[in-house]
């Protein structure tokens, strides 16, 4: 029988261009880099060192954005043209591979990989589907309210990476693969983000923002305090998101994408439980044990370092078991990802931004209130949130104390936005954790991030300028 053959008409141009577009865009926005890179520009206030970072900045934005490239090699790229730049200096460019939350992230791997091996996130599974399996979105609002109030108590990226695995167990029960899991990860990473900021345990930047508070004025915001004024618009926040969740997850349903009653596969069953699963139960216990009550003693890096070798030193699992598990990529773009921060913080930039084109512009105190809010809640996809509230924190006490505004409000202000990190993996390592399951690429992240910050910033403005003054804020 001969075969046909269908032949491509098209032009030989336009042929070479679809097949080479990303070759194309790659070589377009390298050249572009160069160019500018290289300019002998003089910035008012700010060094050379500065301007070459925001030009390396601007491309590992452009190349997270349109993943022309793995997100790991873009990371490595930018350590490297730090380096050839002379922004930092190479040992400490390289240093941020040590940075605590690079090795938080590490032991948080090892502490997934270990509660998966063992077969204890299993278990857990199987607890939460037997109560929500027939209801879709009951499932995914339950992942999101424990996410969201375990945050409450501990710090948000444990969280994370203690429910992860058992949510890598409920989503490989279901029949077949179906757009569920996109939300189910969505209500852990909304769900931490959201719920770390309501309280001092979800984060350090909390207790950061009311220490440099007290310094500067003699002033303090008590824990009850604090959650009086945030838990107001941040649950009112979650309350949208789960609106959201519900009518997509409805639509979904409708459209036949996800399965009106979510069924147990035949094969996932459980057993007795093992000698094994009683270990790895323990050391999880004692690590959010240490997490909770233990996080400033210890540090909540060091605990995770100690509770991952215990998964070794009690032989709950091998090394090969647990090496599987772990996505070292992430490792590397965390890395990359601190230190293009770090460099912006480090040689003025950030500083030169809001000294220069932020703060020294005049508001009423409405518009004060909102750019703080703006400022903070862009600002901390940049950097870490905790190098937000130093950066940004300072000048707005003192701009607002010469305004007549309460030092207390205009810390609320700048601390529970820079919270609020929706997008990009540098921002946060809970952003980090999320993107390394590869259920949720960045291109999702943006689109949904952006929403949601716009959203946040509007609800953050309402309460801080309305509800704050009434309880004393």
Known sequence: MNKKYEIDK???????LIEYRNAIMLFTILMTFFYFI?????????????????????????????????VVITSLLIMGLLSVYNVLESKVIYSFFGNSSVFFILGSFIISAGVKVSGI??????????????????????????SAFMSHIMPEHAVAALLIPILGDISGTFERKNVLNQYLYFSIFLGCVT?????????????????ILNEMTGKNISFIKWWAGASAPIYVLMAMILLYLKKKISSEISAGKIKNKLEITSDYRLKKISFNEIKAA??????????????????????????ASLYFVLNVAKWEEINREINWGVLFMYGGSIAIGSALNSVGVLKWIVDNYLLNLNFSESGFIFLLITTSIFMTELISNSAVIVILLPVAINLGTK???????????????SGLSYIFPISSPVVAMIYSTKQLDLKTLIKSGFVLKIISVIIMFIFIKYYFPFIGI
């Open 38 to 70: 290289n300019k002998n520009v003089n910035i008012t206030e700010l060094s050379l060192a500065g301007y070459r970072a925001m030009i390396i900045f601007f491309l590992a934005i452009v190349l997270w954005t349109l993943n022309i490239i793995p």
């Open 195 to 211: 719920g770390g900021v309501v309280t001092f345990l979800g984060g350090a930047r909390n207790p950061l923002a009311v220490g």
């Open 121 to 146: 996130s299993r278990r857990i599974a199987y607890v939460v589907l037997a109560r929500y399996n027939s209801r879709p979105f009951s499932l995914v609002a339950s992942i999101f309210f424990l």
């Open 10 to 16: 098209r032009p030989i141009g336009l042929l070479f």
């Open 282 to 307: 323990s050391i999880l216990i004692l690590t959010i044990f240490l997490w909770i009550f233990y996080n400033e003693e210890f540090g909540i890096s060091n605990i995770a370092l100690l509770s």
């Open 403 to 417: 305004m007549g505004i309460s030092p207390e409000l205009v810390t609320m202000s700048v601390a529970l936005p």
